[in-house]
């Protein structure tokens, strides 16, 4: 036997929601799982609450009657819709019967509440998937017969084709094929008249140019005068873009008066990508009615004679993409030979402006940009073509921002050119900035395996790129990439000789200059080392020690002015690793060894917006610490400096200015020379190196040193850096 605590644990374990009521129908007791069930979290929010509280309409009748049979003995049940006590909808199959006391009174309800959610959906998606497969039986019936008689239709109407097929061969005229339609159409139906019209958009009519030989020449002139395009049953074959079929027609009502002895006429519209080009008409006469089989014998030379039409214009159309073809070729010819005539020392964006002129030549109305990665923006080099929005080259001016322009960023990431036929203008910028532009091409510049840029060409109408397109547009970067490479090492060689000329003329004064101040401090150590063994010979050890330091100190000259040399011979053999290069940051970090190397010395500061450039960031930080170091070194007492830059075509130029003991102008081609001084070495120390390894790192950039000032009034070192920098 169970005890009363496992019978209750039995009960809580049960699915089914296991109440027990009073005889008002209100909740005593629920079991654990119906506490579950009915989604209830605390028992005591539905103790007391009356059971008819969770049923509505006709369920809540059920239930009330099931309740009433209950208080009477009789147990009853029933399915139905109740909510949970959360308000979800759910089906039951639900018992309700007495309790009685040890006397047989009735004194309690039980109600057991069993969900059959699942059960019922199952049942009903099973109903509804038996009556869909009966439809369903009934169509595909239906669908058997009509297909039965369709492959009767078509085996006939398959021979007239194959008969109209093999009597075109490889026509390509479209007059020529619709004269043998017509020969077909009349060996296969008899007492058949047939007319073929093309549309004439201009005069806005259907313009008869072949017609069967036993059309009266009343009609003749009417039909090559041309039927309206709102002739009815024209107009009807077109807007609906199939055969119509007219039984009992009314030839004047369509403009061919002459025709009033014809009882039938079928229409047939011919369409040509997608569009009804012409009209294969047809009558006969004495009857009021089509027969099947000669609808079909219609239909089906009329679909041979589209597609034979359809393939006609195919093959036209791919004729004259060859011909566009063989012109782009003559074109992109030219752009080689032009491109091939620049001299060694062209300029690459001076290519790459002539490569957008032929570009657009061979285009709808647009422009082209092309555009390198500067600074976090993609940046317009060169332009060719009028912007039609102030509004987008202003956004163009300013640069796109790279990694948030798909269209740029996609063709950059992956090198492959996107060619767009509808451009949405919301995809980079703001719809409104953009709203000219309808398509666009972007074609990545790839040099030396890597994307130097894009090449750019929105249109201001949409354009279906074809194959000829693309391929002229990317042989056309192609070669364009193969001229800047070309050109570019021609630029590099042209500035290595440069280079090496004036490596030599610096080695010649490098080498009178060495021998002079390498031989002072030698000099020294040589005199001042007798001096020193004359005094230790005669005791005199304090004026040996003297003499000690005067060698002590030649020695240091010596080994700084190795040191020098050595830091000079470096940037002139260092790797330079090429890539974008912040110049506020090599300011700051000047800024910074400078203050340490004159810590005594007050500094005034004035920097001005910086740009980010292209170089290699460890020289370029040795030419900034140079020049900013030198100008708080010969501003004695207290020192001003201004740096700044300014944007030129095709570089940058930056300049430091100071109102320190400036120079002689006349000396100032001395000024870069190695071991070159304009002042005493005791008033201002150092090796005279410095403005040398400017000036060769600055070279070896492909830019350009100078400096102006006068004496006493400061003076202004500037250098340069191309936009591209070549490495």
């Given at each position: 036997?169970?005890?009363?605590?496992?019978l209750q644990?039995?009960?809580?374990?049960?699915?089914?929601?296991?109440k027990v009521?009073?005889?008002?129908?209100?909740?005593?007791?629920?079991?654990?799982g119906?506490q579950?069930?009915?989604?209830?979290?605390?028992f005591?929010?539905?103790?007391?609450v009356?059971l008819?509280?969770?049923?509505?309409g006709d369920?809540?009748a059920?239930l009330?009657?099931?309740?009433?049979?209950?208080r009477a003995?009789?147990t009853r049940?029933?399915?139905?819709?109740?909510?949970t006590?959360?308000?979800?909808?759910?089906?039951?199959?639900?018992?309700?019967?007495?309790?009685?006391d040890d006397?047989?009174?009735i004194t309690h309800?039980l109600?057991?509440?069993?969900?059959?959610?699942?059960?019922?959906?199952?049942?009903?998606?099973?109903?509804?998937?038996?009556?869909?497969?009966e439809?369903?039986a009934?169509?595909?019936?239906?669908k058997v017969?009509h297909?039965t008689?369709e492959?009767?239709?078509?085996a006939?109407?398959?021979?007239a084709?194959?008969?109209f097929?093999?009597?075109?061969?490889?026509?390509?005229?479209?007059?020529?094929?619709a004269?043998?339609?017509?020969?077909v159409?009349?060996?296969?139906?008899s007492?058949?008249?047939?007319?073929?019209?093309?549309l004439?958009?201009a005069?806005?009519?259907?313009?008869g140019l072949?017609?069967?030989?036993?059309?009266?020449?009343?009609?003749?002139q009417q039909?090559?005068?041309?039927?309206?395009?709102d002739?009815?049953?024209?107009?009807?074959?077109?807007r609906?873009?199939?055969?119509?079929?007219?039984?009992?027609?009314?030839?004047?009502?369509?403009?061919?008066?002459?025709?009033?002895?014809?009882g039938?006429a079928g229409?047939v519209?011919?369409?040509?990508?997608?569009d009804?080009r012409?009209?294969?008409?047809?009558?006969?006469q004495?009857?009021?009615?089509?027969?099947?089989?000669d609808?079909?014998?219609?239909r089906?030379?009329?679909r041979?004679?589209?597609?034979?039409?359809?393939r006609?214009?195919?093959?036209q159309q791919?004729q004259?993409?060859?011909d566009?073809?063989n012109?782009?070729?003559?074109e992109?010819?030219?752009?080689?030979?032009l491109?091939?005539n620049?001299s060694?020392?062209?300029?690459?964006?001076a290519?790459?402006?002539?490569?957008?002129?032929?570009?657009?030549?061979l285009?709808?109305?647009g422009?082209?940009?092309?555009y390198?990665a500067?600074g976090g923006r993609?940046?317009v080099r060169?332009?060719?073509?009028?912007?039609?929005?102030?509004?987008?080259?202003a956004?163009m001016?300013?640069g796109?921002p790279?990694g948030?322009?798909?269209?740029f960023?996609?063709?950059?990431?992956t090198?492959?050119?996107?060619?767009?036929e509808?451009?949405?203008a919301?995809t980079d910028?703001?719809?409104?900035v953009?709203?000219?532009?309808?398509?666009h091409a972007?074609?990545?510049?790839i040099?030396?395996?890597?994307?130097?840029g894009l090449f750019?060409v929105p249109l201001?109408?949409?354009?279906?790129w074809?194959?000829?397109?693309?391929?002229?547009?990317?042989?056309?970067?192609?070669?364009?990439?193969?001229?800047?490479?070309?050109?570019?090492?021609?630029?590099?060689?042209?500035r290595s000789n440069?280079?090496?000329?004036a490596?030599?003329?610096?080695l010649?004064?490098?080498t009178y200059?060495?021998?002079h101040?390498?031989?002072?401090?030698?000099?020294?150590?040589?005199?001042?080392?007798?001096?020193?063994?004359?005094e230790?010979?005669?005791?005199?050890?304090?004026?040996?020690?003297?003499?000690?330091?005067?060698?002590?100190?030649?020695?240091k000259?010596?080994?700084a002015?190795?040191?020098?040399m050595?830091?000079?011979?470096r940037?002139g053999?260092a790797?330079?690793?090429?890539?974008?290069?912040?110049?506020?940051?090599?300011?700051?970090q000047?800024?910074?060894?400078v203050t340490l190397?004159?810590?005594?010395?007050?500094?005034?500061?004035?920097?001005?917006?910086?740009?980010?450039?292209?170089?290699?960031?460890?020289?370029?930080q040795?030419?900034?610490?140079?020049l900013?170091?030198?100008?708080v070194?010969?501003?004695?007492?207290?020192?001003?400096?201004h740096?700044?830059?300014?944007?030129?075509?095709q570089e940058?130029?930056?300049?430091v200015?100071d109102?320190?003991?400036?120079?002689?102008?006349?000396?100032?081609?001395?000024l870069?020379?190695a071991?070159?001084?304009?002042h005493?070495l005791?008033?201002?120390?150092g090796?005279?190196i410095?403005?040398?390894?400017?000036?060769?790192?600055?070279a070896r950039?492909?830019?350009?040193v100078?400096?102006?000032?006068?004496?006493?009034?400061?003076?202004t070192f500037?250098?340069?850096?191309p936009?591209?920098?070549?490495s």
């Amino acid at each position: 036997m169970l005890t009363p605590r496992q019978l209750q644990a039995v009960i809580d374990a049960n699915g089914d929601c296991i109440k027990v009521l009073d005889l008002d129908a209100r909740v005593l007791t629920m079991n654990s799982g119906g506490q579950q069930v009915m989604e209830i979290d605390d028992f005591q929010q539905c103790h007391n609450v009356v059971l008819t509280s969770w049923w509505d309409g006709d369920d809540r009748a059920q239930l009330e009657a099931a309740l009433d049979a209950a208080r009477a003995g009789e147990t009853r049940t029933f399915v139905g819709s109740a909510r949970t006590f959360k308000g979800t909808s759910k089906r039951w199959f639900v018992t309700i019967s007495p309790l009685r006391d040890d006397h047989g009174q009735i004194t309690h309800l039980l109600s057991t509440s069993r969900d059959i959610t699942a059960q019922h959906r199952a049942e009903e998606a099973r109903q509804a998937a038996q009556a869909q497969l009966e439809q369903q039986a009934q169509v595909l019936e239906q669908k058997v017969q009509h297909q039965t008689q369709e492959l009767e239709e078509r085996a006939t109407a398959l021979d007239a084709f194959v008969r109209f097929t093999e009597a075109v061969g490889t026509e390509t005229d479209l007059h020529c094929l619709a004269h043998q339609a017509v020969t077909v159409v009349q060996a296969i139906v008899s007492d058949l008249s047939v007319g073929y019209y093309e549309l004439d958009a201009a005069a806005g009519i259907w313009r008869g140019l072949v017609w069967s030989d036993d059309v009266s020449p009343e009609i003749v002139q009417q039909i090559r005068a041309g039927v309206p395009l709102d002739a009815p049953d024209f107009a009807e074959a077109v807007r609906r873009g199939e055969p119509v079929f007219v039984g009992g027609w009314d030839a004047a009502d369509n403009s061919l008066s002459e025709a009033a002895a014809y009882g039938v006429a079928g229409f047939v519209p011919l369409l040509i990508d997608g569009d009804v080009r012409a009209i294969f008409a047809v009558g006969k006469q004495a009857t009021t009615h089509w027969f099947a089989r000669d609808e079909a014998m219609v239909r089906a030379v009329a679909r041979g004679l589209g597609l034979a039409m359809e393939r006609a214009v195919q093959a036209q159309q791919l004729q004259q993409q060859r011909d566009d073809l063989n012109r782009r070729t003559r074109e992109l010819e030219t752009l080689l030979q032009l491109t091939g005539n620049q001299s060694e020392t062209a300029d690459s964006l001076a290519v790459i402006k002539r490569a957008q002129g032929m570009v657009l030549e061979l285009l709808p109305p647009g422009f082209a940009a092309y555009y390198e990665a500067q600074g976090g923006r993609w940046r317009v080099r060169v332009q060719t073509g009028a912007v039609r929005s102030a509004l987008l080259q202003a956004h163009m001016d300013a640069g796109f921002p790279v990694g948030h322009t798909p269209s740029f960023d996609s063709v950059a990431q992956t090198g492959e050119p996107a060619f767009v036929e509808v451009y949405d203008a919301g995809t980079d910028v703001d719809p409104e900035v953009a709203q000219d532009v309808a398509a666009h091409a972007t074609l990545p510049v790839i040099i030396g395996g890597q994307v130097r840029g894009l090449f750019n060409v929105p249109l201001y109408e949409t354009r279906s790129w074809t194959a000829p397109d693309q391929a002229v547009l990317m042989t056309a970067v192609h070669y364009l990439a193969a001229i800047i490479e070309r050109v570019e090492r021609s630029l590099q060689l042209i500035r290595s000789n440069t280079e090496l000329q004036a490596a030599n003329q610096e080695l010649e004064a490098f080498t009178y200059s060495v021998s002079h101040d390498l031989r002072t401090p030698v000099r020294h150590v040589e005199g001042f080392a007798a001096l020193t063994a004359k005094e230790l010979a005669q005791g005199n050890l304090s004026r040996a020690e003297r003499h000690v330091g005067v060698v002590r100190d030649a020695a240091k000259r010596m080994e700084a002015l190795l040191d020098a040399m050595l830091t000079l011979s470096r940037a002139g053999r260092a790797m330079l690793n090429i890539r974008a290069v912040p110049l506020v940051s090599l300011v700051d970090q000047a800024q910074h060894d400078v203050t340490l190397l004159f810590p005594d010395r007050p500094v005034v500061w004035s920097i001005d917006p910086l740009p980010t450039v292209q170089g290699d960031a460890a020289t370029l930080q040795q030419v900034v610490t140079h020049l900013l170091e030198n100008a708080v070194k010969f501003s004695p007492g207290h020192a001003e400096v201004h740096v700044w830059a300014e944007e030129r075509e095709q570089e940058w130029a930056i300049f430091v200015q100071d109102k320190g003991v400036g120079f002689d102008p006349q000396y100032a081609g001395k000024l870069f020379g190695a071991l070159q001084r304009l002042h005493l070495l005791q008033e201002f120390g150092g090796a005279g190196i410095g403005l040398a390894t400017v000036k060769r790192i600055v070279a070896r950039h492909g830019g350009q040193v100078w400096a102006d000032g006068s004496v006493g009034q400061g003076a202004t070192f500037g250098f340069s850096l191309p936009k591209t920098v070549v490495s």
